[in-house]
Each structure stands twice: as structure tokens, then as C-alpha cells.
């Protein structure tokens, strides 16, 4: 009934009766996802806000007599959107007026916080303002005066430690209570002001205030256009546009840097008459190794040890105990001979059978893999990720990346999607959505695809290049490093679109709770299951359909000249190829099997294991690329992956032959 409930509202917004809705808004990295935790327990429904590909959180909760519905919106540094992110949040405002708007504030940085809530002034929606991290504020020496922030800017104003459930009672009594519209009156400059009236003269009423939408359009918020076009007419967006350009012609800077600063000085104004600075002994011993962690040299081994942490823990626990545990252990030696005779019993077709249990089943392949060889890899890089993402880290690994990534067209932030990518590309692709720009996302995307293997297939490689030598193992990883880099400097500067910008709050480290890393890594896990699982069982069908149609002997005798002539491969390396389009590791696998039995030298060992590191993504991989990018962007990208892997692969087939490199 709740699921049910939930989506009527999440589409249309016209069932649940009596429920008022709440919505949770905040910058990033304020704790508003561990705050609707703690409202909502484990009653939430996690969906991709309609037309997008973000996912926004629902759920229902009673305080007293009444009834509520939280909405957890991505977080947000302006609502001026500069990313989907901040555009599902913006319009979650405009579409769905909220009943009341609980913002999520950092108290180590009010300034940014109070930036947010002039907007929401504006905007006229009622508000309470929660201030999170009043520890860690205090740590640093920051005391804020509480009631006199209440009193300044008309709004209920709560303190809070999330992690520590400090202060729950007070937000939850205020959510009771009626709220009011923050009275932060920013004045612009006389000529936004006539311009903002003139504009408003032309818009429809909405869920938000017409000079809110006014500033929004002289401020050029392309992101805006979609909402215009629905509710005006061509005519008057055409005369807005001239308004926009009249107003912008008789100012030196550009309106929307004239708002934004306007905004930050009555913020800054704000914050200084609430905020006391006490003078602390700043020598904390995780403040120290805060910036240790973020200077350029002491930072590298920091991030070695942490990066050498992660593989140990995803690639040798994870790959390793945990795969061999329910791959061997369990699927192989208890449920896959039990699923066997179960089908052999109650489905008596053959051709059904194969469907299910045979070579390519989607018991004996597709449920085995997604569940004993995926499930323990992703569980351990969810826990290894949520711990570095709560303790305050993963910023500091964005920033000490950063100049690296600027190479390729990205941002530090990059850095994250990348990692993820060694536990599962398939789960990376969706990550790419904390990029800002298209541009960003599509470069990111497609050095997933080719040069970042997954933690399933970098264990078979290691395993197999760890029988030859380090020359060998030096040797893989120095060519895809090169490919990765020359490749995404290629494309920085073929995809069009502006350069990133870098701008990261950076909070203090802390100790990770215990509660926080169990509530995302468990949602995370229910996304795999719902979202990875099926693309899975579907990839392995359609493998299905083509083996029995014959398809996959035509692909291979066809793509077998190429593996033999241009990278110097037995003509059975083919095989392991087609196999790792299902899964990466599969197709490793297939080349460590002919390693054992001498069919491949060390050179061409090497060679193949470049080759299918750099060959087209798995098959699950390849779907969540259609998904996050649509099918014409995925299909150029394996049209240009494919030639790409066996262009290197040849080459450096070639290097090591000509110059006799012995391996």
C-alpha cells in the first residue's frame, strides 16, 4: 500500500490524502540523508524522479495527528541548477510546492547555508532550518546564537548531531508546528529590481513566488526553459529573452553574478551578527591528518595506503574469500545442482530447460554470477565506500586527483565514479550523475567503458599476470594507464562543452558511525538487486537467443583474422572475447584457462589481457550505458572502444616483437 501510495504521488502528486509534504533541502555533505533516516526509518521508496535519471527518496511518517510525506531532494548549492541534480531539486520546489521546507544547514559554514535560504525566502515557502554538525562547529570554535538567528530571520531554527540522534525531538516538534517564509530581504540593484517586476507582469501564478521565477530568468537559467514553455506562450518568452537582454545592456556584470553576490553579502551579513569565533587549541590529532591529507606531497602515501586498503578489502576479501564462499560453496556445490533438478522436474521442454540451466542459463549463469560472484564484490566496496564518504575523505581524494583529472576534461570529483568502476563499472555509470556538466559525464562514461576494469576481471588478471613476473605486471598496467590518459586528453578536447569548474566543501574527518555506514550500504545493495540484477538476467537471454540462433559462431569465425593477424593471438583467444562482452571476467578467466595449458606465451598473455581489459563492456555495463546515456551515445561509444582495444592491443604486440622485449 505504501509503494503503491508513493508512486501515485511521485508521478502525478494526487493520492495520500491528509499527507503533507515535507521537503528535505540542503547543500552536499550536510548529513539531510542521514536526518531522513532518522524521520523515516526503513519505510522509504528510492525512484528516479520523473523525465531523469535521478533518484529522489519518499516516505511517510505520523507525528501526533498528523500525517507527512518526506521527500529527500538531492543536495544543492544553488537553485540556479548547474547540474540535474540541482535541477530536480529546483523543480521538485516549483511543481510540487512542498507544505513546508525543512533545510538541512551546516553549522560549520552558516554562510553558505543562510545563501540557500534567502533563495527560499524568495521563493515564498515556509521553512524550518535545522543546523546540523553542532559538534564538530563546536570543535572548531564556532558558537552560533540560535534564537537570535530565529529572530532575525522569522523562521524556526533547530540544532542537530545527526549521527548521535541529538535533537531529533526539537525538529520533529517543529515540523508539527506552522511554518513560516524566512524574512531575509535582499535588495538588488535598482535596475534588477524594475527588471523583476517587468518580468513578473508576464508570469502565470505558480507554486513559487513570481520574483523568484523573475530573478531566475534575468539570471539566464537555461534549465527554466522547459517550465516556460509548458506555461507561456512563444510570444511572451520572446519578450522575457528582450527583457533579460535590455536589463543585462545597462549593467557592467553579468546579472546572474550581481544576484549571487547581492545574496552572499546579506548572508554574510547574517551570519556575523549570530556567530561567535572561540578561540580553541587547533591541534586535534584528525584535524592534523586532515591536512596531511590534502598536501602534495604527504598526501600521495596517504592516498596509496588508502587506495591499497580499498583493494585488499574489495579485491582480495571481497574477489577472493567471499566470491570462492558463495560461488563455490554455496551456488556451486548446494543450489545449482538443486535448481537442476527442481527444473528438470517441473519444466519438462528441453529447449527450456537450456533457458535456465544450461551453458548460457539464467539460473546456472546469470543468477550465479549477479548473486555469488557480484553481490559479496559490491556489498565490500559499498561498506569501503560509505566509510570513506562518511568519515570526510572522499573530498580529500577528489582534491589531491584533481590535477590529474583536469588532463582529461574532468573535475576531482571524477575520481569517485573512477573508483567505484574497480569494484563494478556497471554501478559507476550511474555514479557519473555527480559530474555537473553533460560534458563531464559523457568523458567519464566512456573511460569506464574502456579502460577501467572491474574488481571480478582485475582479480583473474592479477592471478594471471602474478604467474608471469612484475615485468609483466608493469607492462599491463603502465598501457592502460596510457590509454586511459591519452585517451580522455583526446576526448577533453573533442567533446564540446565548457571546462569544469572545482568547488568542494571540505569537512573535517571524522569517525565513522556504525549506523550511517549499515543505512548506505544496505540501500545501495537493494539498488543493485532491484537495477544491476535484472539487467543481468536479461543480458544472458539475449547470449541465450543468439547461441541458439547461431549468431555467435557467425561473430566469432568472423572476428577470429582479426584476433590472429593484428594482435598475434591464437585463433581460440576469439572465445574468451565473446565471453567477456557477458562479463568481464568470464572472458579473463577463459585466457587464464589457456595460460595453464600452454596455449598462450607470456607476450601474448599480456597482449590478450590489455586487449579484453581495454575490449567493450559487459553486457550488464552495456545496458546501464543506454540507460544513463540513451542507446545512440552507447552504441557510439562500443563502436569506438571495439577498434580502439584492438588498435592498442596490436600495437603493443607489435612494440614487444620488434624491440624483442622478453617478459
Known sequence: M????????????????????????GNPNVGKSVIFGLLTGKYAIVSNYPGTTVEVSFANISLGDKKYLIVDTPGVNNLIPMSEDEKVTRDILLNDKPSVVLQVGDSKNLKRTLLLTAQLGEMDLPVILDLNMEDEAREMGINIDIEKLGSLIGVEVVSTIAPERKGMRGMKAAISKKSKVPEIIVQYDPIIEEYSEKVSFYLPEANVSKRSIALMILSGDESLREWLNKNLKAEIIHELEKLRHECQERLKKPISVIINETRLKKAVEIADRVTKKIPHAGGSLASTFGRFSMHPVWGIPILLIVLFGLYEFVGVFGAGILVGLLEDKIFDAYLIPIFIKVVKIVIPFPLAQEMFIGEYGLITMALKYAIGIILPLTTTFFIAFAIL???????????????????????????????????????????????????????????????????????????????????????????????????????????????????????PLRKPTLTNIAVKTSSRVIWYLKEAVPLFMLGTFILFVLHKLAILDIIQSFAAPVVVNILGLPDK?????????????????????????????????VVSLVTITLFIPCLAHFFMLIKERGIKMALTMVVIIMPMAIFFGGLLNWVLRHFHISI
Open 2 to 25: 505504501l509503494e503503491h501510495r508513493l508512486t501515485r504521488r511521485q508521478r502525478g502528486h494526487e493520492g495520500g490524502k491528509g499527507y503533507e509534504r515535507v521537503a528535505l533541502i
Open 389 to 507: 564518504e562518511d568519515s570526510g575523505y572522499l573530498p580529500r581524494l577528489a582534491i589531491m586527483s584533481n590535477k590529474v583529472f583536469n588532463m582529461l576534461g574532468l573535475s576531482g570529483k571524477a575520481v569517485l565514479p573512477m573508483v567505484l568502476g574497480l569494484g563494478c563499472g556497471t554501478m559507476a555509470v550511474m555514479t557519473t550523475r555527480i559530474l555537473e556538466s553533460r560534458r563531464e559525464r559523457i568523458i567519464a562514461t566512456f573511460l569506464l567503458a574502456l579502460a577501467v576494469p572491474c574488481a571480478a576481471q582485475l582479480g583473474v588478471i592479477m592471478g594471471m599476470l602474478g604467474a608471469l613476473s612484475a615485468k609483466a605486471m608493469s607492462i599491463w598496467v603502465l598501457s592502460i594507464l596510457g590509454v586511459l590518459l591519452f585517451s580522455g586528453y583526446l576526448a577533453s578536447n573533442i567533446v564540446p562543452g565548457e571546462k569544469p569548474g572545482f568547488f568542494l566543501e571540505i569537512p
Open 573 to 605: 583467444t576469439t572465445e574468451a572475447f565473446m565471453l567477456g562482452f557477458l562479463r568481464r571476467d568470464y572472458g579473463a578467466a577463459g585466457l587464464f584457462a589457456m595460460a595453464e595449458k600452454g596455449l598462450l606465451t607470456p607476450i601474448q598473455s
